[in-house]
């Protein structure tokens, strides 16, 4: 039995808005709106149409494709939708992976985004007048596909909805020309515009008669709402044209009969004290209206909020029956979601976190309540070909959307914290489905020579002969400790020792070495301190550095200025913290170490990269720091990404407007990439990789860090040691790339979201 754990998914971009905060403020400089954004790629080159800077030789067009080469799921799903005209056409929304669309009834998926914006999607709906125009509710805006979700294009970017706040917040008609929309926005300080868990977060509803032309907002509520207030829910009756249903937390429900103009309440029957419930799901019958409500606070176990009423005259009750308590131990009490079958009021399918059950079901109106245990065998069945990390991470986390086939009620689609589940038997038994879905941010990737390992938030280390056929556990191993929270860099010495960073969910960050391949692994952590809070420690981004000089001296680098720079002589088994630590003062303790390079023709040349302290070097073991120059003038103020040393003084530095080069060990550098590329606001480039087998073949990648569920970024290739630059990012829907590898004729890409890709380079 698999022991329940908090997910970190809900949190994980939440210190990186706070950092580059600080930074914003620091700097002055203005935010992005989600209204700013277009559809028009930021980076424009002086070189033409191909995309080349300079003239480079061309390479051949029939490579010119990237393809998924991580493993399935592992992250949040926000919601299943079946076409109701063409059932076996099923589409799924992700956390920040985006648009997911399966032809077979989810046997495989599809990643379908082109067009968006945003990955972070919240909901989805499909046109109920036209199966093939598709509405996404994104962080970044309202977006609509006419296409079976081929292609997308931004309708509104006002209505931004937040994974976990924005349950079901897409409303359209039975004619397809009223769409309501809730909208969340934050008030006052935009950087903040993507943190979907601020409290200043204040719902809005947006009102379309045309389709989707034009919008007004709606106010016409039966009382003034303060700010905070959330809007999680907004559908139409399919069974009565022109009323409208919106749930408001911390208050109840309301009705329109007007298509959503005005509003009355429609709260009579529910709990007096609604203070602390945000409601989930809302579900139809021609006469009837099922609704579900999570209670946000910690509170004692108790009944599940589901309630029914007539759907014309409110007198809501409830139909929780005999339905158990809610664990104590749930991430989110009591979180409900509801769903009536489409032939019978009777049938009533409910995703609860009522242990030992997740999923129960009724038969008779929600008197009595039949749940399908986890702890029975033969009623989940995994995939753990495609997921290969359920050993050590709880599959049965909450579920967070359920959906039923309109054309066939024994037929369940579920979503939860790592996957995508489907039922054909009324929820008796459950299947993994999900296949093609890559939903997991990689950090880092390390190329063995035989092996494939790569990080991860959530998933930690996993590992792969062939990436793109299966992945398996590195770490955390079945009965290793169970507080490990995200992967940040992995790396291996010249005596094929790995070593990896990682976060916690407990306390201060940890370094694990493993001396056969990664079969085992010991805790070998400097003595990195907690910062006292779970939420920074768990997203402290650890970077390994070996000496390619020496198989006993190691580098961890703790992101945090406050911790810094430790070196090991001895494989790891004891560190010192370096005397003199690369950082101005510029920034705040909060300031991110980003990098740390070794010169392979000397182990006492130290190059350190951070996010607003610039580049530093060292000469002599890291006893002393200088400010390095790039174009001549000192950047104490630059983001500094990857940096690649190479032998006989070459040095390759990612930093925020391009890659640059030195030729003197990193006394000096010039700009080798990006003076005539244009660049999105808070895009910097981040990533670099050079073929081991040929010096002059380099790689750098460029992202857009804020906001935070952008999608801007780019990748190029030289040939020639950087005289000339290609940009083959080409068909890469996912361009937020964390790191580069290049092996075996293929360059791997970490991305921020969609796990690994790769590109056939020769």
Same mark, same amino acid.
């Given at each position: ?31 992005? *709106? ?19 800077? %300079? ?54 998926? #599809?990643?379908?985004?082109?067009? $968006?914006?945003? !990955? ?149 029957? $529910? ?78 399918? &409910? ?26 065998? %033969? ?150 301190? *907690? ?47 370096? *005397? ?12 991110? #170490?980003?990098? $740390? ?48 040393? &190479?032998?006989? %003084? ?66 190029? !290739? ?45």
């Amino acid at each position: 039995m698999n022991v329940r754990r908090f997910s970190h998914r809900s949190l994980q971009f939440g210190l990186s808005i706070l950092l580059l905060f600080v930074l914003h403020a620091c700097s002055g400089s203005e935010t992005v *709106s989600p209204s700013d954004t277009t559809n028009q790629d930021p980076h424009l080159n002086s070189g033409g149409d191909s995309g080349e800077t %300079g003239n480079n030789n061309s390479m051949d067009s029939a490579n010119k494709t990237w393809e998924p080469a991580g493993f399935a799921g592992g992250g949040l799903f926000t919601d299943v939708v079946v076409d109701p005209k063409q059932p076996t056409t099923v589409y799924a929304a992700a956390d920040v992976s985006g648009v997911y669309r399966s032809d077979d009834s989810g046997e495989t998926w #599809f990643a379908k985004s082109t067009g $968006l914006l945003s !990955h972070a999607i919240a909901d989805l709906v499909i046109d109920p007048s036209d199966n093939e125009r598709i509405w996404a509710a994104t962080a970044l805006g309202l977006f609509r596909s006419n296409d079976r979700a081929e292609s997308w294009t931004l309708i509104n970017a006002e209505a931004a909805a937040y994974i976990l706040v924005s349950f079901q917040s897409i409303a359209i008609s039975n004619d397809g020309q009223t769409i309501l929309a809730t909208t969340h926005r934050v008030e006052g300080d935009e950087v903040f515009q993507n943190d979907y868990r601020a409290a200043i977060l204040t719902g809005g509803l947006l009102r379309s008669t045309n389709g989707g032309a034009d919008w007004i907002e709606i106010s016409d509520f039966p009382t003034p709402y303060p700010s905070g207030t959330r809007f999680p829910v907004i559908q139409f009756d399919p069974f009565h044209d022109g009323v409208a249903f919106l749930t408001v937390s911390g208050r109840g429900i309301l009705r329109s009969t007007d298509g959503g103009l005005t509003w009355t309440d429609f709260s009579a029957g $529910l709990p007096n004290d609604r203070s602390d419930l945000a409601w989930r799901s809302l579900s139809f019958r021609p006469t009837s209206i099922y609704a579900a409500a999570t209670q946000l606070a910690p509170v004692p176990a108790g009944a599940p909020l589901v309630y029914r009423s007539n759907s014309s005259i409110a007198d809501w009750a409830s139909i929780a029956g005999d339905l158990p308590s809610a664990d104590s131990t749930s991430v989110q009490q009591n979180a409900v979601v509801v769903r009536v079958s489409p032939e019978n009021d009777n049938n009533i399918s &409910l995703a609860y976190a009522g242990f030992p059950s997740l999923f129960y079901q009724s038969n008779d109106g929600g008197i009595t309540w039949q749940g399908a245990s986890i702890e029975k065998d %033969g009623t989940y069945f995994f995939d753990t070909l495609a997921a290969p990390f359920h050993n050590t991470r709880d599959p049965f986390e909450d579920f967070i959307n359920l959906t039923i086939d309109p054309t066939d009620p024994n037929r369940l689609f579920a979503t939860s914290w790592v996957g995508i589940w489907r039922s054909t038997d009324r929820g008796a038994t459950w299947q993994e489905k999900i296949r093609g879905t890559q939903n997991t941010v990689c950090t880092d990737l390390l190329f063995t020579g035989t092996e494939f390992f790569a990080t991860h938030w959530d998933m930690v280390v996993q590992r792969t002969t062939d990436p793109t056929q299966s992945w398996r556990e590195a770490l955390p191993l079945a009965g290793s400790p169970n507080d490990l929270a995200h992967g940040w860099s992995i790396a291996q010495t010249s005596s094929n020792m790995l070593f990896v960073g990682v976060s916690t969910e407990t306390g201060a960050p940890r370094v694990y070495r493993s001396k056969n391949g990664g079969t085992t692994w010991v805790d070998r952590s400097p003595p990195f301190s *907690s910062s006292g809070n779970l939420f920074v420690d768990s997203q402290t981004k650890v970077t390994i550095t070996v000496d390619p000089t020496d198989p006993e001296t190691v580098y961890a680098v703790n992101r945090l200025a406050s911790e810094g720079i430790y070196r090991s002589t001895d494989g790891g088994d004891s560190w010192t913290k370096l *005397s003199s630590q690369p950082v101005s003062g510029n920034s705040s303790e909060l300031a991110l #170490f980003e990098s $740390l390079a070794i010169d392979p023709d000397d182990g006492n040349r130290l190059y350190a990269g951070t996010f607003s302290d610039g580049l530093w070097y060292s000469a002599n073991g890291g006893n002393s720091w200088t400010l390095a120059n790039v174009n001549g003038a000192a950047a104490e103020d630059a983001l500094i990404g990857d940096i690649v040393a &190479l032998p006989d %003084g070459v040095v390759w530095v990612a930093a925020q407007d391009g890659a640059y080069k030195s030729i003197d060990h990193g006394e000096n550098y010039t700009q080798s990439l990006g003076a005539d590329i244009t660049l999105a606001e808070f895009e910097y480039f981040v990533a670099m990789a050079v073929n081991p087998a040929d010096p002059n073949e380099v790689f750098a990648a460029s992202t857009q860090i804020h906001p935070v569920y952008s999608l801007n970024g780019s990748v190029w !290739h030289t040939t020639n040691g950087g005289a000339t630059w290609k940009d083959i990012t080409d068909d890469l829907v996912h361009k937020r790339v964390n790191t580069l590898e290049y092996a075996n004729g293929y360059l791997y890409a970490g991305i921020e979201g969609a796990n690994v890709f790769r590109r056939k380079i020769r």
